[in-house]
T-cell receptor, first 115, second 112 residues
């Protein structure tokens, strides 16, 4: 069974540009999560999508947004890139809202460098 | 607001030793606590997940315990090997919030 996949693996952008990261969940999973791992800041929760809806959002500015498609894949968009957006962006998936606390399975991440 | 802390930030031990990594959390209202391994520049590999009703989980040389009343979890690694060198992260899932709250991790080095 294929795991969570993310694309691209690496990305270099300049300040002010926009970027789109992509994630495909494990087959059958309806929930997708995005996390940011910036140097020195640890892993921070960004967004949670389930059944096409944004269910929860971390403490990030509105220029971080995303969506989930009918096939449950997801995009994370970051507008007006800033240097501090340089990070490893991790996507995870899980079964849906059955009872809470579902196990999350992580992809390999996309490393974004903003110059 | 749930906060997760891992101490120490880094640990270096000789091969073959048994070791314990510590994780503490501020709010006992959790669904579960999970331990992950992260190799440099890579994603996360799930090691063990302990549901809130459980006290411990074991997988091979790894044993994780959970004490909700004291807000603590430990990851015990037996007979450490150089291949165990990595950063180990613990994460709690707060009740009512389908998200993981991570500690800062412990960077473990096993010296041959």
């Amino acid at each position: 069974e294929a795991g969570v996949t993310q694309s691209p693996t690496h990305l270099i952008k300049t300040r002010g540009q926009q970027v789109t990261l992509r994630c495909s969940p494990i087959s059958g999973h309806t929930s997708v999560y995005w996390y940011q791992q910036a140097l020195g800041l640890g892993l921070q929760f960004l967004l949670w999508y389930d059944e096409g809806e944004e269910r929860n959002r971390g403490n990030f500015p509105p220029r971080f947004s995303g969506r989930q498609f009918p096939n449950y894949s997801s995009e994370l968009n970051v507008n007006a890139l800033e240097l501090e957006d340089s990070a490893l962006y991790l996507c995870a998936s899980s079964w849906g809202l059955a009872g809470g606390g579902e196990t999350q399975y992580f992809g390999p991440g996309t490393r974004l460098l903003v110059l | 607001k749930q906060e997760v802390t891992q101490i120490p930030a880094a640990l270096s031990v000789p091969e073959g030793e048994n070791l314990v990594l510590n994780c503490s959390f501020t709010d006992s209202a959790i669904y579960n606590l999970q331990w992950f391994r992260q190799d440099p520049g890579k994603g996360l590999t799930s090691l063990l997940l302990i549901q809130s009703s459980q006290r411990e989980q074991t997988s091979g040389r790894l044993n994780a315990s959970l004490d909700k009343s004291s807000g603590r979890s430990t990851l015990y690694i037996a007979a450490s090997q150089p291949g165990d060198s990595a950063t180990y992260l613990c994460a709690a899932t707060p009740q009512g919030a389908q998200k993981l709250v991570f500690g800062q991790g412990t960077r473990l080095t096993i010296n041959p």
